[in-house]
């Protein structure tokens, strides 16, 4: 089992669009859940970050942690073609080095 | 624009050359990491750097190696080449060494003929 699963998608929606992207882990002791955004040929770029269970929120995004289901979602409301990029989970323990272990990304498509 | 440089944004070799990937953090970062990034494997953890030392290895080959020089750039030096070994090398740099914010640069595309 790998630690960090990703449902590769590809996911495509219309615009206005309410997206729920997932990731399931393994190692319970990851405390710091982080999702990235990668557009084609890019860089990925840091989206949000939340450190242990609960729910975080900027602007359209909201990041959500369940711990005892080691299960951690992103959910984008009101999708805009802007937002078509694959994202990527990643998490680490706390402390020690700093390996992020990352998902395989979801591919979203939001389409006009 | 990450901040975050990396040359060259291509390069294409032959089985069993070598070559060397640099990388230049964001002005004042300290730290520098290597990623993999293939599709059969997603994007894989190489290798970090802080303040010229190695602080953290990940699933880095030992055809692999890695060094960060006096003014933080990095360079990532790859051997004994594979067809397997083609993908993107992205290069990311955070401030301090246990930053959850890494800024990833654009990656250079490695192709093994």
């Known amino acids: 089992q790998k630690e960090v699963e990703q449902d590769p998608g590809p996911l495509s929606v219309p615009e206005g669009a309410i997206v729920s992207l997932n990731c399931t882990y393994s190692?319970?002791?990851?405390?710091?859940f982080m999702w990235y955004r990668q557009y084609s040929r890019k860089g990925p770029e840091l989206l949000m970050y939340?450190?242990?269970?609960g729910n975080k929120e900027d602007g359209r995004f909201t990041a959500q942690v369940d711990k005892s289901s080691k299960y951690i979602s992103l959910f984008i409301r009101d999708s805009q073609p802007s937002d078509s990029a694959t994202y990527l989970c990643?998490?680490?323990?706390?402390?020690?080095?700093?390996?992020?272990?990352f998902g395989k990304g979801t591919k979203l498509t939001v389409n006009p | 624009d990450s901040g975050v440089t990396q040359t060259p944004k291509h390069l294409i070799t032959a089985t069993g050359q070598r070559v060397t990937l640099r990388c230049s953090p964001r002005?004042?970062?300290?730290?520098v990491y290597w990623y993999q990034q293939s599709l059969d494997q997603g994007l894989q953890f190489l290798i970090q750097?802080?303040?010229?030392?190695?602080?953290a290895k990940g699933n880095i080959l030992e055809r692999f190696s890695a060094q960060q020089f006096p003014d933080l750039h990095s360079e990532l030096n790859l051997s004994s080449l594979e067809l397997g070994d083609s993908a993107l090398y992205f290069c990311?740099?955070?401030?301090?060494?246990?930053?959850?914010?890494?800024?990833f640069g654009p990656g250079t595309r490695l192709t093994v003929l």
């Open positions: 990643a998490m680490r323990v706390q402390g020690g080095s700093e390996k992020l272990v």
């Open positions: 750097y802080y303040n010229g030392e190695e602080r």
């Open positions: 990311a740099s955070s401030p301090g060494d246990v930053n959850n914010e890494q800024f």
């Open positions: 190692n319970s002791a990851f405390q710091y």
């Open positions: 939340t450190y242990s269970s």
């Open positions: 002005s004042g970062d300290l730290s």
